[in-house]
């Protein structure tokens, strides 16, 4: 693996980079890479990059880019309590802020807030009620229906006997899904999960908590065979469509496999999907960036469309030029008025999550579907790491002691915590001044509405 070395980007200096960018995040897992790759996108070219942090050891928040964190469990919190909190950040900035989201409960309550928001904080505006639909799994089956757009065979259901049946009708293994992975505050259950026997399923449907989707599983097809099998797709939508980038890739492997995030992916061009993509979107009115999740059907020859989450997906930086342009810094680029550019193709360029794909090599060795030298040959040379940066080690040293941490902790039984809802904690980063500061009183002349 190679990181990027210690030199500004080439676009560096070639926009406006004076609005401010906050990165929100509502979930509680401190390792999430896709914050940490907008922290460094946009900061190799001058943009004062601030992060929402729960924890002082997420090493997003350690990162030489950025120039401030709030420490706040924004997640343990109800809604009125995240736009209070919102709206103490944007009083805090001063002026304009793009907001970009990393989970699909930041996207969700920005589309449906936008107008207590707007103007000071700024990210795209689609209609109000279109990204609950996408992110939602049943929703999302019924707009592709309505729209022509394949998808697995798909129901969700809050009762056994209907769960049963689901899975008497299409067999098993099948998938299953929470129906609102947004909500599943304290639950140890996973937003998705390959479910292969039916005492299996039983206790998922036990332990979920919410009601569940069910999918019908696509089979798998050896390597080589076919038009390669598990995709996906980020873009970023406005009213040009010819500034509208959309890029493809496809899942080498997974973490958990099958079901999971991508540890390994390749930037792949596939004409096919971007139009069916395109065409969904635009139809339904959508703005904005979109992460998409596809798979080949060798039963039909056709794509069929997995998932959607109308915010950035973790491995967006895979698709960054020599120019450091990528889906965050379009976004950015959009939102303060400023051309939005093209993005050139970097042939078969990859990206790997350093401490996740041994855990999904190891799967595919244990099943004797990877070798270990093919495994090694597959990361040589490999353009963008999601933690290790020549530039920037810190987060990749703090996640790997965390990666130790939680290995052990699972051993040790230790207590839960109990988050608590509070105000946002302002504290500098590394690119500001290190001196600490607490977040002033909110002044009620001036602040966001709520």
């Known amino acids: 693996m190679r990181g990027p070395r210690n030199t500004p980007s080439p676009a560096a200096g070639a926009f406006d980079t004076t609005t401010p960018a906050v990165v929100l ?3 509680s897992n401190p390792l999430h890479h896709g914050g940490l790759g907008i922290i460094r996108g946009l900061g190799r070219l001058g943009v004062p990059v601030y992060g929402v942090c729960e924890d002082p050891l997420a090493p997003a928040a350690h990162s030489r880019y950025l120039h401030g964190r709030w420490q706040w469990r924004a997640g343990a919190g109800t ?3 995240v736009v209070d909190g919102l709206a103490r950040i944007a009083e805090r900035l001063g002026g304009p802020t793009v907001v970009l989201p990393t989970d699909d409960a930041g996207a969700l309550l920005l589309a449906e807030r936008a107008a207590e928001l707007h103007p000071w904080l700024l990210f795209p505006r689609p209609p109000a009620d279109l990204p609950r639909k996408l992110a939602g799994k049943d929703s ?7 729209h022509g757009v394949p998808g697995p065979v798909t129901e969700t259901v809050t009762t056994w006997p209907r769960a049963r049946a689901f899975a008497a009708s299409v067999g098993y293994p099948l998938v299953a899904k929470l129906a609102t992975p947004w909500l599943r505050r304290g639950s140890r259950v996973p937003s998705t ?7 299996q399923l039983a206790e998922l449907h036990r332990a979920a908590g919410q009601p569940i989707v069910l999918q019908e599983f696509l089979p798998r097809v050896p390597e080589g065979v076919g038009r390669g099998q598990d995709w996906f797709l980020h873009g970023y939508l406005t009213d040009d469509p010819t500034r509208s980038p959309v890029c493809t890739g496809i899942k080498e492997r997974s973490y958990p496999s099958s079901a999971g995030l991508t540890s390994f ?3 792949v061009v596939n004409d096919e999907i971007e139009r069916s993509a395109t065409e969904l979107l635009r139809s339904t009115g959508f703005r904005g960036i979109v992460d998409m999740d596809w798979r080949w059907d060798p039963r039909d020859d056709r794509y069929k469309l997995l998932d959607c989450n109308p915010r950035l997906g ?3 930086r895979l698709f960054s030029d020599w120019a450091g342009i990528d889906l965050a810094v379009v976004a950015y680029l959009d939102l303060t008025g400023q051309r939005v550019p093209y993005i050139a193709h970097g042939p078969e360029r990859r990206f790997v999550v350093e ?4 855990l999904a090599a190891f799967d595919g060795w244990r099943s004797g579907r990877l070798g270990v030298r093919e495994w090694v040959d597959s990361l040589r040379g490999t353009e963008e790491p999601a933690w290790f940066a020549r530039d920037d080690l810190a987060p990749f040293g703090l996640m790997c002691l965390r990666m130790g941490w939680r290995a052990l902790s699972r051993r040790i039984p230790l207590p839960r915590r109990t988050q608590r809802a509070r105000p946002p904690e302002f504290h500098t980063g590394r690119a500001g001044n290190r001196q600490e500061i607490s977040v002033r009183p909110p002044n009620r002349t001036n602040r966001v509405p709520s």
Do not use: I, M
Not at 140 to 146: F, K, P, T, V
């Open 25 to 27: 995040k509502l979930d």
């Open 79 to 81: 809604e009125p309590d």
């Open 140 to 146: 999302l089956y019924r707009l592709c229906r309505a």
């Open 193 to 199: 999960s390959l479910v292969h026997t039916p005492n």
């Open 265 to 267: 992916g390749r930037w």
């Open 314 to 316: 973790a491995q967006f």
């Open 355 to 358: 401490n996740y794909d041994p």
